[in-house]
Nanobody, 118 residues
């Protein structure tokens, strides 16, 4: 059974930094795409950043220049370095892992809370 384990959320003041980590286990597939999404209270879940096996990345406009997504040396791990955090970055951050194989689903972590105080 595939599991995504996230860590690194917490409470930080505006302007501070946090680093989120996610590791996927229990699968034979390499997760060609891994990413982070977030959901603020009363809002829909939105893409924050995504990274593909070739190294290509994409970011939400609201986090460009502040957040950096990267893959770890261990298989199926991903990090999100968040700098210059703003109160509007507050939300539950979810890791997503997608093998991008026809007929194989993607997977979600349980979410980690990030709260940025003003």
């Amino acid at each position: 059974q595939v599991q995504l384990v996230e860590s690194g959320g917490g409470l930080v003041q505006a302007g501070g930094s946090l680093r989120l980590s996610c590791a996927a286990s229990g699968t034979i597939f390499s997760m060609n795409a891994m990413g982070w999404y977030r959901q603020a209270p009363g809002k829909q879940r939105e893409l924050v950043a995504r990274i593909f096996s070739g190294g290509r990345t994409n970011y939400a406009d609201s986090v460009k220049g502040r957040f950096t997504i990267s893959r770890g040396n261990a298989k199926n791990t991903v990090y999100l370095q968040m700098n210059s955090l703003k109160p509007e970055d507050t939300g539950v951050y979810y890791c997503n892992a997608d093998p991008q194989v026809v007929g194989v689903r993607d997977y979600w972590g349980q979410g980690t809370q990030v709260t940025v105080s003003s």
